[in-house]
């Protein structure tokens, strides 16, 4: 794969990243109002489908964020890998995606 396509695909994953962070606001949105206009006339049962869907559908964004920040990150060493040191520059301005990756690299004991 060329540093072309390379960087391409890394900026794809930013993009989709960027994307699927934008989707959670549209999620939490979306609860809010449900919880505002009709929240009191849900039942106990109700209720509790409506905030698993909301925890279900949150966590599966954070982690697709997640995923595509860490491929960005893979594709972007990859490209450094290509070309000698000294030419190296930096082409994808760096974002929430450096953090995300050292977060979801961490290894948590249960």
Do not use: D
């Amino acid at each position: 794969m060329t540093e072309y396509e390379l960087m391409e695909h890394a900026q794809m994953a930013y993009g989709n990243a960027i994307a699927s962070f934008t989707l959670i606001f549209t999620i939490l949105s979306a609860y809010l109002v449900v919880a505002y206009f009709v929240g009191k006339k849900l039942t106990s049962s109700q209720v509790t489908i409506v905030n698993l869907f909301f925890t279900l559908s949150v966590v599966v964004t954070i982690f697709g964020e997640l995923g595509f920040c860490q491929l960005a990150l893979i594709l972007r060493s990859k490209r450094s890998q290509l070309i000698p040191p000294a030419l190296q520059y930096h082409y994808i301005p760096r974002c929430h995606c450096t953090w995300l990756s050292w977060i979801s690299s961490l290894r948590l004991s249960v």
